[in-house]
Structures are given as structure tokens and as C-alpha cells.
């Protein structure tokens, strides 16, 4: 049981008069922060960050990373023992997902980037546990990073698009520039190309790039969803007969705006003065600055506004009911526009907050005539919280038709604090979410032994930890990068700092998150007071706490991997008291267990490594033999929308160049010739989908198929088959034709294993070891398989053949699977290697090719002294010269957080 300590601090605003409950239909107030207390203990708020080792990569990198898994204040969480990681194409496909390990609220890993399973793209790092799974998943930690590909990528592009309205669409035309490893331009090149969406063709032609290597693309006139949801697909012929396809996303192709307005407080009223937030946006989903001005339905202008800060900025305005509002905006590229502002409201009360003073938070309260005459002497609550836990409430009496008071800050942590107004009866009129920011953050020093340093020379690094003066013991992870090939927007970076204090708590899409914590000033606090105004927040409702409306509670915490299943006779019946054995071969373990009085059981913080397999045995039991055990399957997390769309990058090969162009120099240095012997080889045929009868009738070659090659390393074909199979989507333990799927279809594929019809969770208890191709089917020909079925597609999963033998009897009864005896292969933990990182005897400059790390160091479990607050570590450096970027980040164990970094040179 989770033991919350909450500060409730019950205040009485004496600015606001005395408190008189009239009101029949009134909850005391005592009831807001009573039922506020005990769903915050009940469904507590668990969190998670991933500290990267780089802000983007390339194909044949490792990603480093560590999981900060919290809870309340940001202490590490005793919650969850186990949190998810994810890795997510652009396809919305999950490539990757690890289960790992939590120890005191940390856990770190890895994911090798190989040419074989990921290409240039966005991605998603999306991490959770399984208690966040029961609440919404857009607080889950999800970041949008890019990768590139400089080993394979024999053609580098640079897209650009212009568009223009036309009567019946939108005309675009794509100017894309082919360069060569080289960077020695594609002259005189044919070019094929394609505009595609959801796998079918809308617009195709051919062209040829000019003397610099450049190609216009002109895209016939058509709807704008049809184009900026398509992608567009293009074949270069370099010579040699050979084609090579580069594919770019149509999503910003069509030039547009958008500007939207938040009202303080959520609406505007007749009389009372009101600060309004705007936010303007490009097609990217980026901020664009504007300028503009308000006007009413006469025309006369009420206030001149311009942007502060990534599209984001304010006015004020006394809203008149006889009167309507528009804003007449001017974009950057010279194109205007006109918008409404929200309707006035005739009647109604509002509460607008002031944090421009360091040491007090000014809450106004304004109601206007007519509510004033309707509401008199009525009580009114204001509410103030953060994290779950309320730090203010207080109660008033509605006796003129404005109040105004100050609330010390110190009463607030750092953070994001939900500000409501209540009536009397519960109902919430008005809310105003602010930012506190003591910078009260730990306090994290790095210092280095020399001021500068040499080519592979060793680096020692002392890390000082302190809250306030105090020293303390944290958990931090540290990365070294070189700034020279990983340059990067330090503004537009996730750090712990805000994603613990901002993004998780926030929903939607937040630009530069780090550009508030960076070096803060007051600019940057005002601009971060305008982002409270524009962004949402529900994560905390109190209209579904006050009517105990209880979110479902689907999985509780995980302290360790539990193998639960149901033991029955052949007749279906329960078998209390039985018993079940657990092995798992690879470790040399085993353990035992008894059923309960309707069969069921449970093995509790079972260690599976993630390529073991796990055996269940009833055997052991009188009449075992007519025994049957099934186990219950494991729920994988939905896929959601990608918020962060805006970070993905559409030029990776110029925006990334230095990077990738590094990545190519240590592919290089790092290949050697192999010998190769060639013998003559017998050729054998394959399994295929042609060696049935049941398949007499599709096609004799498959839309896409799946060798076991691409299958190699893969533990669970289920998880490989979700991101492998082309034209496929995989939702809800499903497979549908993507496509069909994106226009709203959901009949699946029809899957066999063989001639064997199976379903999709069949597949779970499959290692890919034991396949020999996959062949997906976007139709079915003639065969009438999907009519029969009332499916769409056909999957065919043919397994590797057996040599024929012939067998003793007592084989051919092994072979028989046996009800009493099941194997099957779960989700197991996924253990981080060790970042290698070379040690030299001697500076000096490399050999052949030499050192060119970029990651030049990454250590997740560096741990400060209790006494002192002080750790050292020591690396080498690699052979690029210039500076490098020191980043640590950590938490103690009372939830004090921090980052900090340093910048030093190699000559």
C-alpha cells in the first residue's frame, strides 16, 4: 500500500469576507478536498522520463537511454518494478518493444538501430508501466526523434514544395535535389514517381533532373487531404541498371495557418476584462510569428496584437455582448486572414491570475453586473492544485463583483498548479492553469580535471550534487557527445526537467520545451505563462471526483513478471488443488505451485530472460495425463495518435548532415574484406503457400513476403510480424489490410499456419525459429477463402521443412503434443549491454580510420555520496577535435531533480 503524505492547507481569504451556506443544494467545501485526498491515494500518478544518450541518430547506432520511473513529487516509485519501452516507426507500427527491469525507481537499456529492421525516418520512443496503462495514454512518455541512414543511402535528396489554391483543390509542385554520397549532384538522371496514400496510387509521371540534379515535380490539382496525407515515391535511375527509391511525406506540402484564441478563465464575458492568448501554427503544426489587429462587427479596433514567442501571445479586451470580435492577421509570408473570437457570454464569472511577482501568486475574481444581481451572498470555492494534492482552498461569499488577493508561492512546489473556481454546488465555472518556478532544482556541478585536453586523452569529471547547500545522494546518467557531429538546439531538446515539471502533465504538442528551463529569465517566464493559457490540462477532473466516478482499474502494479493460467480435466472442468510445475530450461530453474478451489494459478516474479521459453507441467498430478493447462495471454499496449508530429524532420539528409556524414567515415574504417569461397550448392525447394489445396486459388506470387532471414534474432514472431508485414496493419490482436484499415474497414486477415486456420493469438506461442517465410495476400484471387471466412487478405505462415526420418514409436509419441504439457515464449526482461568504452595506453592519433565516436561516453548509474554529493568518472576521448557537450541528469530520493551541462575541448 502506497502511504501519500498531502499538504492541505484550508485557508480563509480574508479579503473575501466571511462564508454563509445558504444553499441546499451545497457541498462544504471539506467534501472537495476530502474526495480530492482519497482518489489522489487511490489512483497515485506514476511517471516516466527517458534520458537519451544523442537527440538523434543513424542506422547501425545503439540508443542509450534510462528510465526515471516516479511517483508524487517526483520521487522514484515503489509502484512499478517493471517499465515498457517502445520503439515506433512513422508507419505507426511498434518495431521494438523491451520489458525491463525497475530497481528503486531507475532501470536503463539499449536499442541497436540495424540496417535490417529500421530505415531512415521519425520514430517514437514511447515508455510506460503497466499502471499507467489504466489512464491516459498521452501521458506516456512519447518523444519524436529522427534517424538517418548514411551506409545504405546511395542518393541523398533535399525536398522543397510550393502550393497554390485553385477552384477545385490545391495545385503543389516539389523541387527535390539528388545528390550522391559524394555530394556530386545526379545530373541528367530519369526519375519515376509516384503519389501515394494508403498504399494506392493518385497521381503518377517521369521527368529528368537537370544539370544540378534537380527535379520538378508537378503534382496534378487535387483535394488537400488526398495530398498532404499521401506520400510521394520516387525511382532514380543512377546508371548500371540501377533504381533507387526515396519516399518523402506530403504533410506540409499544402501551405496553410491556423490561429486560435483561449480566453483566461475559458470564456468571454460581458464587462469584464479579459486576457485573451492566440496561438498561430503552420501546416508543419510549428509556430509562426503574426501580426494583426481586433475589431468589432462595426470595425472599429480594439487591440493590436503580435506574437511574443513561437506563434504564442496575448491581449486584453472588455468584451461588450452588443458587439461581435474577429482578428485580421498577417502571416510571414505576406497572406492574410480573418478569425472569430468566441461569442460573448451575457452572464458569468471569471478568474484571472497574475504571476509576475517572484514571491505571490495574485488571483482576481470578477463577476459581472448581471451575475453579481443573481448570485449576491452565494459561496463560492477557489481551488488550487498540483500533482493531485490541493495546497490552497478557500471559501467566499459573493459580496461585490470583484475580489482580489495574494497566495504565497511557497505554498506551491515547482510546477504546473490547476487554479479553480467552484460554485458552491461543486460545479467548476472557471479554471487558469500557472507555472511555478522557484528554481528550486538540485543543484548539479560538473567540473573537469584540466581545461582542455587531447585526442584520445583521459578525461576525469567530478559531479557535485546539492540541494540548496546540502549535499545529497541521487542516481544520475551521464552522456558525452561531440558537439562537432552531434550539433544540436539545446531549446528543442526533452530533458528531465521538462518533461518531469511540463510535457507530462500537459497534453498535445508542445514546441521547444526546454527553451523554459534553459537559462531562464523574465522573458522566458512570461512567454512560459502564455503557454499555460494555450495548452491544455486534464489530467485532474474534479467533475468526475466530486460524482465518484472511478476510472477502471484493468492492470494493477507489476512488482515482477507473473505466469498465471487456469488448470481443467479433458471435460472442461476446474481442478482445484492441483499441481503445476514451472521450468525454464535456459536458466535451469523451476518452481511449483497449487491451484486454487476453481483451478487457477499463479507464479509470481518469475526472471525470463527475453529469448527464454517457459514449460508447464501438470504431470505430476493423479491422472495428470487427462489434464488440460492454458495460460492467460498478456495485453499489448494499444497504439495512439503521435502527438509530436511537428519534430519530425522531412530533410534528414541535409538537416543531419555532419552527423550522418560521420556515421559514413566510421562505417567505412570499420569494414573489412572477408573471404569468400564459393561451392556448388544443391538446390532445395521452399515451403510455400503453392504446396497446399486450400490455396489453389490465390495468386502464385504474394504481394510481400518475409524470409526467415529477416525473421533471424527475432524471439516472438508475433512482435516481429507487427512491424514486418508490409500493407498489414496489427490493432487489437488483429491483422488488417492497411489501407482498408486507414478508411475505416475493420474485417481482418485471415491467417493459416500451413492449411491451418489460425487467429492472431495463436502466433504468440510461435517462435520465429520456426518459420520459414510469411506470404501476405492483399486479396485472395479466386480462392474464395475470404468470402467463406469474412475476412480481407490471407497471411500464410509456412513452416521450415523437416527431413523426413523414420521414427521408433516412442519418438512419434513424443512429437504428439501433450495438453498436460505446454511451451510458450513470453515477454521477458530485456538486459542493457555495457557501453564499451575503449581505454588507451598511449595518446595518439588513430590508425586506419581512427576513433570517430560520437557518443563519446554514457553511464546510467552514477550514484552520488550520501556525505560528500560527489562522484567522479573517467573516459577516453575519440580522435575528432573541437568541443564536446557533458550532460548529466538525476534525481535524489526525495524527488529533487537536475540537470546540468558543460561544454569542454579536445585540441
Not at 292 to 314: R, W, Y
Not at 479 to 499: H, K, Q, R, Y
Not at 705 to 729: F, H, R, V
Request: net charge positive; proline share 4%.
Amino acid at each position: 500500500m502506497i502511504i501519500r503524505r498531502f499538504l492541505l492547507l484550508l485557508c480563509l481569504l480574508t479579503a473575501f469576507g466571511t462564508s454563509v451556506f445558504a444553499q441546499q443544494d451545497s457541498i462544504p467545501l471539506t467534501t472537495i478536498i476530502e474526495k480530492t485526498s482519497k482518489f489522489s491515494a487511490s489512483y497515485p500518478i506514476e511517471k516516466v522520463y527517458l534520458h537519451t544518450d544523442k537527440p538523434y541518430y543513424a542506422v547501425g547506432d545503439t540508443i542509450w537511454f534510462k528510465a526515471y520511473v516516479t511517483i508524487e513529487k517526483h520521487q522514484p516509485s515503489a509502484l512499478s518494478r517493471i517499465v515498457y519501452v517502445d520503439l515506433i516507426n512513422n508507419r505507426d507500427s511498434v518495431v521494438e518493444s523491451q520489458r525491463i527491469a525497475v530497481a528503486n525507481g531507475f532501470a536503463s537499456g539499449n536499442i541497436v538501430l540495424n540496417g535490417d529492421t529500421y530505415k531512415q525516418g521519425a520514430y517514437r520512443l514511447r515508455s510506460y508501466t503497466n499502471w499507467m496503462r489504466n489512464f491516459d495514454p498521452d501521458y506516456f512518455y512519447d518523444h519524436t526523434f529522427n534517424v538517418g541512414n548514411a551506409i545504405d543511402n546511395q542518393v541523398r535528396t533535399n525536398i522543397s514544395y510550393k502550393s497554390s489554391s485553385k477552384k477545385t483543390g490545391v495545385k503543389v509542385d516539389a523541387t527535390i535535389l539528388y545528390k550522391g554520397a559524394d555530394n556530386s549532384p545526379y545530373a541528367n538522371k530519369k526519375v519515376s514517381w509516384q503519389l501515394m496514400k494508403n498504399g494506392d496510387p493518385v497521381s503518377k509521371g517521369r521527368g529528368t533532373t537537370d544539370d544540378k540534379g534537380i527535379l520538378l515535380v508537378d503534382i496534378p490539382e487535387s483535394q488537400a487531404d488526398v495530398i498532404t496525407g499521401g506520400i510521394l515515391v520516387t525511382a532514380i535511375d543512377v546508371g548500371d541498371r540501377k533504381t533507387i527509391s526515396s519516399s518523402f511525406s506530403m504533410r506540409t506540402a499544402v501551405k496553410g495557418y491556423d490561429v486560435q484564441f483561449f480566453p483566461e478563465g475559458g470564456q468571454l464575458t460581458n464587462g469584464i476584462r479579459t486576457k485573451v492568448a492566440f496561438k498561430a501554427i503552420a501546416s508543419s503544426g510549428l509556430g509562426v510569428d503574426i501580426k494583426g489587429t481586433i475589431v468589432d462587427d462595426k470595425g472599429a479596433e480594439v487591440a493590436q496584437i503580435s506574437s511574443a514567442h513561437l506563434g504564442m501571445g496575448i491581449f486584453a479586451i472588455t468584451p461588450d455582448i452588443e458587439r461581435s470580435y474577429k482578428a485580421n492577421i498577417t502571416f510571414p509570408d505576406g497572406s492574410q486572414a480573418t478569425y472569430n473570437l468566441p461569442r460573448v457570454q451575457s452572464m458569468g464569472i471569471n478568474i484571472a491570475v497574475y504571476n509576475n511577482d517572484p514571491t505571490n501568486l495574485t488571483v482576481k475574481i470578477s463577476a459581472n453586473d448581471l451575475f453579481f444581481q443573481r448570485k449576491q451572498n452565494k459561496s463560492f470555492y477557489l481551488v488550487a492544485q498540483s500533482g493531485g494534492v490541493i495546497y490552497y482552498a478557500a471559501q467566499t461569499v459573493l459580496q461585490s463583483t470583484v475580489y482580489s488577493a495574494n497566495i504565497p508561492k511557497t505554498k506551491f512546489p515547482t510546477g504546473i498548479v490547476q487554479v479553480t473556481l467552484f460554485s458552491s454546488g461543486g460545479y467548476a465555472l472557471c479554471e487558469r492553469i500557472v507555472f511555478i518556478q522557484h528554481n528550486d532544482q538540485m543543484n548539479i556541478a560538473l567540473k573537469t580535471d584540466k581545461p582542455s585536453y587531447t585526442t584520445r586523452g583521459n578525461v576525469k569529471i567530478t559531479v557535485s550534487a546539492k540541494n540548496n547547500t546540502t549535499p545529497v545522494e541521487g542516481s544520475f546518467s551521464v552522456a558525452v557527445v561531440d558537439d562537432g557531429t552531434v550539433p544540436s538546439n539545446e531549446d528543442a531538446e526533452s530533458t528531465i526537467l521538462s518533461n518531469m515539471l511540463l510535457t507530462s502533465d500537459l497534453k498535445g504538442y508542445i514546441e521547444k520545451p526546454n527553451y523554459y528551463f534553459n537559462k531562464p529569465d523574465e522573458e522566458k517566464l512570461n512567454n512560459l505563462d502564455i503557454l499555460m493559457l494555450t495548452q491544455g490540462y486534464r489530467r485532474f477532473d474534479y467533475e468526475d471526483i466530486l460524482a465518484d466516478k472511478n476510472p477502471p482499474i484493468y492492470l494493477m502494479p507489476e512488482q515482477g513478471i507473473d505466469v498465471t493460467g487456469t488448470l481443467r480435466t479433458n471435460a472442461g472442468l476446474p481442478v482445484a488443488k492441483g499441481s503445476i510445475r514451472l521450468l525454464i530450461p535456459d536458466k535451469n530453474f523451476s518452481a511449483e505451485t497449487i491451484t486454487d478451489m476453481s483451478g487457477n494459478f499463479k507464479f509470481s516474479n518469475v526472471n525470463v530472460p527475453d529469448t527464454s521459453k517457459i514449460t508447464l507441467s501438470a504431470r505430476n498430478n493423479p491422472n495428470g495425463r487427462n489434464m488440460v493447462i492454458s495460460v492467460n495471454g498478456e495485453a499489448y499496449q494499444k497504439l495512439s495518435k503521435n502527438n509530436n508530429i511537428p519534430d519530425e524532420i522531412l530533410n534528414i539528409d541535409s538537416t543531419f548532415r555532419p552527423y550522418l556524414q560521420n556515421s559514413y567515415k566510421q562505417y567505412q574504417s570499420s569494414r573489412t574484406i572477408k573471404e569468400v569461397v564459393v561451392k556448388s550448392t544443391k538446390i532445395v525447394k521452399k515451403a510455400s503457400h503453392t504446396d497446399y489445396g486450400t490455396f489453389a486459388g490465390l495468386p502464385m506470387l504474394a504481394d510481400h513476403e518475409i524470409s526467415t532471414q529477416q525473421l533471424d534474432g527475432c524471439p516472438l514472431l508475433i512482435n516481429c510480424l507487427s512491424t514486418m508485414a508490409m500493407g498489414l496493419t496489427y490493432i487489437d490482436n488483429n491483422f488488417y489490410i492497411t489501407r482498408d484499415y486507414n478508411s475505416g474497414s475493420r474485417t481482418p486477415v485471415q491467417i493459416y499456419v500451413g492449411s491451418l486456420p489460425v487467429d492472431a493469438n495463436f502466433l504468440s506461442s510461435m517462435a520465429a525459429s520456426e518459420v520459414e517465410s510469411v506470404e501476405i495476400f492483399l486479396n485472395d484471387g479466386v480462392s474464395g477463402i475470404n468470402r467463406s471466412t469474412q475476412t480481407k487478405g490471407v497471411m500464410v505462415i509456412n513452416k521450415k521443412v523437416v527431413k523426413k526420418q523414420k521414427i521408433t514409436l516412442a519418438q512419434l509419441q513424443e512429437l504428439i503434443p501433450k495438453q498436460n504439457v505446454i511451451t510458450f515464449a513470453v515477454q521477458g526482461y530485456t538486459k542493457a549491454k555495457e557501453f564499451y568504452s575503449p581505454k588507451y595506453d598511449v595518446t595518439k592519433a588513430g590508425t586506419l580510420g581512427g576513433d570517430l565516436r560520437n557518443t563519446i561516453y554514457w553511464k546510467p548509474n552514477v550514484i552520488t555520496d550520501k556525505a560528500t554529493g560527489t562522484a567522479t568518472i573517467n573516459f577516453f576521448n575519440s580522435d575528432q577535435r573541437g568541443s564536446y557537450r557533458a550532460i548529466i541528469e538525476g534525481i535524489d530520493a526525495e524527488g529533487n531533480i537536475g540537470r546540468s551541462v558543460i561544454h569542454y575541448n579536445v585540441k
